[in-house]
């Protein structure tokens, strides 16, 4: 629902006549201080970060999502809230603390920020908490599935729970006293522990007595009560097992309360990349640190007694602000488990992807790429002609090289066990595995281990500069000469998150596209000041000069009385330049609509400065993270890009990328007539971005059906497996 508006101001955005003239400023729609300083055209990132979480907290209230689902989502926030902390509030923190008062885009500056995200955060978790106690555990009972504190027990259940406790629990856990002798542990990052108040009773007079119980991660945090002939689910969680016998590691002392709490530290990594003789090695030591960052979140229990209290602060150093008292159990993402009880009338309905009848599985691709390009949506389409590409090529006699991006991957990842079977093949394969994708950083380190091992050339990239790219080549003899073909993609190459997240995937052969990757793949592993590119837009070269460039010539032809427009579809906006220029196009008359599903820093609806830009968000089954863009380009043919990169300025200056045209005539026609309408249809998960911050759900009107994207997608990828099938079935 939209918030109360604040008393009307008027802010001073920058205004533009058709000829690119600034004009005086005008009065605005009313806008929430919270929102967005009241004279300043950009929204905060990270209170627009903290948006979208609500948008995903709003999930786990819909009564329309299935109740498992529902819990998915729960756990997700708190996920999401965790990295948040971790990574940005710790940043802010630490320019606090150094003395930085610089203010960003939006006129906020780090103590402001810290300020407002409190608000913000401690609603969040209000919300989420009673989500979780008012909503999803009295439904979930209903169903079956109970969740029981210890003093809900029935005696067999507590009689279970106890012999639990002394098999699994009290072998593995650690008494620490907290006095003179025995100094403050350092307790781990977003680990579980246990502070116990006690009282000796041979000595009434001395003042109470702490200790701690640090939680080993091998204990699973949600235990499933087990009792012969007991159908429904029920569970405990860890600390609630622990709270009740926590007596057994005291003998001889009286328990006065116990109450569960957790750390989170900052988390990211300080790499001088020039000072580090060897990147791997760096990183891990880095590792080894990232568990004993400043503490930047305290969470503990309600009910916490005040002595307690303010020796936890004391000793992390911790302002009060920073400390959130719950109403629940700690750290729900522990829900997540329940996704996997068998219940599927609790969750989305099933869904098989598509099979691509162009590259289908077990055939060489390489016939069908070389006289077309193949596009695919995933996960609506199979992620199996992605890994059969790297497979046949590892396997094919005629591929010499292969050369694979790697910035996240699944643990037993395929893509990376082809590349080590290609070099055992004897061909030449190069992986540029980025060992700085955040927190994947451990698995990363595996992977180039194991491929260097196996004798395939690992790379790093660029100092100073993430290789994000999603791109494979592959180098073939075909009649005597060597042909390139190549994939590239919006996500990543795991085929598990393939599953999960909405990502385009091309193949070609088209010799302007495979030279470029050619490029950038020399680019990573040699050196090359000024790369030369001719189809792909890539970072930090010629992606954001370029785009700004479509964005003005839209302008330009705006002006000039032609039609104009640009649709974006993107994860964040966040880049100011980028900004002002798709300012500059609405006043030029410029028709935007902007699908942004995270982070957006652009005020849409703004009379004078961005009336003419609508921005909508769609967060549902899937994560929605395709990046693709259109350009109307009247005079010419649409230009029609899909790339790694959002909008932002890590992409564009801090990071490898690589966007590429989409210019096969059968796949350009399906993004404009269906990728693009169909998201712009939606109105069951897509919320609008007002001018005043606010996120409400898309207008429908009474009689109007409702239409979600992802369930049309589903659906259309269903028929065109029916349609393969009765095909097959007509040629037996």
Known sequence: MPRRPSPKTSPSFPRYDRKGVRLPPVNTEPV?????????????????????????????????????????????????????????????????????????IDGLGPREQLRRIHSVVASLVDDKYRAWNQQLMPALAKEGIVFKSADELSKPELVWVKQYFEEQVFPVLTPLGLDQAHPFPQLGNKTLNVIVSLDDPATPEIERQAALLPVPRI?????????????????????????????????????????????????????????????????????????????????????????IFTTLCDHLELSHEYVFRLHGPLNLLRLMSLTEIDRPDLKYPPFTPAECALLPPG???????????????????????????????ARDPQVFALKQTLYRTSGDSPIVRALIEASRNGKQVTALVELKARFDEANNIQWARQLEEAGVHVVYGLLGHKTHCKCSLI????????????????????????????????????????????????????????PRFE????????????????????????????????????????DKATIDHLYLASQAGVEIDLIIRGICSLVPGVQGLSENIRVRSIVGRFLEHVRAFYF????????????????????????????????????????????FPMELQDNDMATELHANGAYTPVKREAAEPTFSVQNYFIAAAQQRTRNQQSQLDGLK
């Open 363 to 393: 055939k060489s691709p390489f016939e069908t790429i070389r006289s077309r390009d193949v596009l695919l949506h995933h996960p609506y389409d199979s992620f199996t002609p992605v890994v059969d590409f790297v497979e046949h090529a």
């Open 219 to 307: 204990l699973p945090r949600l235990v499933r009560i087990e009792i012969a002939g007991q159908s429904k689910h029920t569970y405990i969680f860890l600390s609630e097992i622990i709270k009740l016998c926590a007596g057994a590691f005291f003998p001889g002392y009286v328990i006065n309360g116990a109450h569960a709490f957790r750390v989170t530290r900052n988390s990211d990594l300080y790499i001088d990349e020039e000072e580090a003789d060897n990147l791997l090695q760096t990183i891990e030591a880095e590792l080894r640190n990232r568990r004993r960052g400043a503490a930047v979140r305290l969470e503990i229990e309600d009910g916490v007694s005040s002595e």
């Open 475 to 530: 180098v073939r003899r075909e009649e005597g000469k060597l042909r390139r073909y190549a994939h590239l993609g919006t996500g990543n190459y795991n085929p598990k998150t393939a599953k999960l997240y909405t990502d385009l995937s091309m193949f070609t052969s088209r010799p302007e596209i495979t030279e470029d990757v050619a490029n950038i793949f020399n680019t990573l592993t040699g050196f090359s000041r000024e």
């Open 32 to 104: 929430e201080r919270h929102a967005r300083p009241s004279n300043s055209p950009y929204f905060n990132r990270e209170l627009s970060w903290l948006a979208f979480n609500r948008r995903v907290l709003d999930l786990a209230h819909n009564d329309n999502v299935p109740l498992l689902e529902r819990v998915k989502f729960l756990a997700i926030v708190c996920s999401n809230l965790d990295e948040f902390f971790e990574i940005r509030v710790a940043g802010l923190i630490q320019q606090v603390d150094n003395g930085i008062t610089k203010a960003g």
């Open 535 to 574: 189809k792909l837009l890539v970072a930090p070269f010629t992606l954001h000069s370029r785009m700004i460039e479509l964005i003005d010539r839209e302008a330009e032809n705006a002006r000039a009385g032609k039609p104009a427009r640009i649709i974006a579809k993107m994860n964040s906006l966040v």
């Open 632 to 675: 109307l380009n009247i005079g010419g043919e649409p230009e029609i890009f899909a790339g790694s990169a959002d909008w932002m300025p890590r992409n564009f200056f801090r990071r490898i990328e690589a966007t590429f045209p989409i210019v096969d005539p059968t796949a350009r026609a399906w993004v404009e007539s269906e990728l």
